[in-house]
């Protein structure tokens, strides 16, 4: 299973609301913190590590905080993965190539990077907009993220629930 670390889903968690927060004002981490009901020590740790990244701008002082450094609209899934978890790579020659002593004779290394640019893409195409306006009742509907269900598989039997 390909998995993000708790801290980087706490950071779109994060970005998000702070998107859905912004109007130009900077907020503080434990404020933050209390309105997302996450751990005040990894929401400082977190807001430190996407300012460093450019993703955020911090303010000291005692009006000081955090504030998106760029409209919701520009700020991609991707790069918030990469603010955290660094290089984003779904195998280790997808992120350092030459890393693999297997590399040279890997048969399913050139799929394996088609995968890897067609899952950051997707995930580029969604923005920190996408994820802090959801539809009505909190649930994205998949063609806004551009995924396609028109040519799911019908021979794959009825589904549970459907009547059939």
Same mark, same amino acid.
Request: with cysteine; aromatic share 2%; glycine share 10%.
């Given at each position: %299973?390909?998995?993000?670390?708790?801290?980087?889903?706490?950071?779109?968690? @994060?970005? +998000?609301? @702070?998107?859905? &927060?912004?109007?130009?004002?900077?907020?503080?981490?434990?404020?933050?913190?209390? =309105?997302?009901?996450?751990?005040?020590?990894?929401?400082?740790?977190?807001?430190?590590?996407?300012?460093?990244?450019?993703?955020?701008?911090?303010?000291?002082?005692?009006?000081?905080?955090?504030?998106?450094?760029?409209?919701?609209?520009?700020?991609?899934?991707?790069? %918030?993965?990469?603010?955290? *978890? #660094? !290089?984003?790579?779904?195998? *280790?020659?997808?992120?350092?190539?030459?890393?693999?002593?297997?590399?040279?004779?890997?048969?399913? &290394?050139?799929?394996?990077?088609?995968?890897?640019?067609?899952?950051?893409?997707? @995930?580029?195409?969604?923005?920190?907009? =996408? @994820?802090?306006?959801? +539809?009505? #009742?909190?649930?994205? !509907?998949?063609?806004?993220?551009?995924?396609?269900?028109?040519?799911? /598989?019908?021979?794959? #039997?009825?589904?549970? #629930? /459907?009547?059939?």
């Amino acid at each position: %299973m390909i998995r993000l670390s708790r801290l980087t889903d706490y950071a779109i968690v @994060l970005m +998000a609301h @702070l998107a859905a &927060r912004e109007g130009g004002s900077t907020h503080n981490a434990r404020e933050v913190a209390t =309105d997302t009901q996450l751990p005040a020590p990894a929401v400082s740790k977190i807001l430190k590590s996407l300012a460093r990244a450019g993703l955020l701008d911090s303010q000291r002082g005692s009006k000081g905080g955090y504030a998106l450094a760029r409209p919701p609209e520009q700020i991609s899934v991707t790069e %918030m993965i990469t603010a955290l *978890e #660094g !290089p984003f790579g779904l195998t *280790e020659c997808t992120v350092h190539p030459g890393a693999c002593v297997q590399e040279s004779s890997c048969h399913v &290394r050139e799929p394996w990077q088609r995968i890897n640019r067609v899952v950051r893409d997707a @995930l580029a195409d969604v923005s920190l907009a =996408d @994820l802090a306006a959801p +539809a009505a #009742g909190g649930i994205v !509907p998949l063609a806004s993220l551009g995924i396609d269900l028109t040519n799911l /598989d019908e021979s794959a #039997g009825p589904r549970a #629930g /459907d009547g059939s």
